[in-house]
């Protein structure tokens, strides 16, 4: 009952949310060496799923890589651990995707498996919950004011949260806020393009909304 919850809140907000954006997938565990995952992300900001993978080059540090459908979406991430004990685990994930509105993503995750849960050195955890800070940069948006130097960056900060609620399903959100921009429209900073259809600029509200379904497959262990 709760995964068919989080899917119908997931399409809802796909409707009244849409943006032109996207954001690296989460694999919440600590990388094993050799291991190859694969997945695909359901995100608001792309509408269209892309597809995943994440090789672990060490037990530090994985790369990942996302094909979007025909390219928006398309991406490449790489994730360091920088910390773990118990329960917990820090990682740094550094990620570019493209899209209309690309962007280059710097996360601070924070994950942490539930207090219940059984853990074992043969099976990843299940029950994982995790929170970062993201620091967000559109370079090149859609929106270009010649009058205005620097107009077309997009600087944003904000916070996301997340949880693994089963062997194959994750879900993530959060929202990341353009300071320069803010919450109302200007001729410098226009929420949307001037121009039809009137999609989304760099510096839309909208633009910071991220809402990700994740569908985890087995990995090339167990294949």
Same mark, same amino acid.
């Given at each position: ?7 119908? =809140? ?46 672990? $080059?060490?037990?530090?540090? *994985?790369?990942?890589? @996302? ?12 994730? /360091?651990?920088?910390?773990?004990? *118990? ?6 994930? #550094? ?10 993503? #710097? ?7 539930? @207090? @219940?849960?059984? #853990?074992?050195? =043969? ?10 800070? /993201? ?20 600087? /944003? ?20 806020? *353009? =300071? ?11 929420? @949307?393009? $001037? ?6 600029? +760099?510096?839309? /509200? ?5 809402? +990700? ?11």
């Amino acid at each position: 009952m709760i995964k068919i919850r989080y899917i119908y =809140l997931f399409f809802y907000l796909i409707l009244f949310f849409g943006a032109c954006t996207s954001h690296p997938p989460v694999m919440p565990e600590v990388p094993k060496e050799g291991e190859t995952k694969m997945g695909f992300s359901f995100s608001v900001e792309n509408i269209i799923p892309t597809i995943w993978w994440r090789h672990s $080059l060490n037990n530090y540090t *994985d790369v990942g890589f @996302k094909l979007g459908i025909p390219i928006s979406g398309t991406g490449i991430d790489i994730n /360091r651990l920088l910390m773990k004990k *118990d329960r917990r685990w820090d990682m740094l994930n #550094l990620a570019y995707s493209i899209s209309p509105n690309s962007s280059l993503d #710097l996360t601070y995750y924070m994950f942490k498996v539930h @207090k @219940k849960e059984k #853990l074992s050195f =043969l099976k990843p955890p299940i029950r994982t919950r995790w929170r970062a800070f /993201r620091l967000m940069i559109i370079p090149d948006g859609t929106y270009d004011n010649p009058s205005t130097r620097g107009s077309k960056v997009s600087t /944003r900060l904000g916070f996301l949260f997340g949880r693994r609620f089963g062997e194959k399903w994750g879900f993530e959100t959060g929202y990341f806020h *353009d =300071l320069k921009a803010g919450w109302s429209s200007s001729d410098d900073y226009p929420h @949307k393009d $001037l121009e039809k259809p009137h999609w989304p600029t +760099q510096f839309s /509200r909208g633009m910071g909304v991220s809402v +990700q379904l994740f569908l985890y497959l087995p990995s090339s262990e167990k294949n």
